[in-house]
């Protein structure tokens, strides 16, 4: 595809299109080990077929303060994490406060919203199925790889929920109640 649009490998394998060559710059927020390591991945993935990757790490509030809010990036790798009842409006509806990539599709958003309200899982389901259809052509983001979270804990014990963003376990402990 990239010859067919008139690009060129240069004498290090790397592509040059119209005269510039074809560099992206991955940032990341630093600190974590599987940033890393999938960032490394990719870098060498990218260059067998021309394509350079220049890794970039930044502070995580930096990262989410200045780099993804003023589009400082090429490709930023970044994790979400969805709490059960929350509306990935944030991520991926038009203006959404955690859309760096400013995707917008309204049909998308308008079912994102709207699976936001329904309280039955089949139903919300389906509205979500749609908004994923559309999304899967427009392709917003590549999901690279998910990390599962697993906690145990007794049957009799409620509220317990492991928080996706950190893993942490006891993040609402202050909420837990026992029956008796």
Known sequence: MLEQAECRRGPDGIYSCAGKRLSLRFVASSGFTIRQQVLALVQAQL????????????AQRAF??????DGLFDVALLAWAYFPGESWSAEYGCRGTSNYAHYCQRL????????????DPLQQARVLNRADAQMSNDVPALPLYQQVA?????TEVHNYVLNPATFDD???AVNWWKER
């Open 47 to 58: 260059r067998r077929v021309g394509v350079e990757v220049l890794p970039v790490f930044v």
């Open 64 to 69: 989410f303060t200045q780099i993804l809010p």
């Open 108 to 119: 998308v958003t308008a079912n994102l919203d709207q699976a936001g309200r329904i309280l």
């Open 150 to 154: 697993a906690a145990a804990f007794r």
């Open 170 to 172: 006891l993040w609402n």
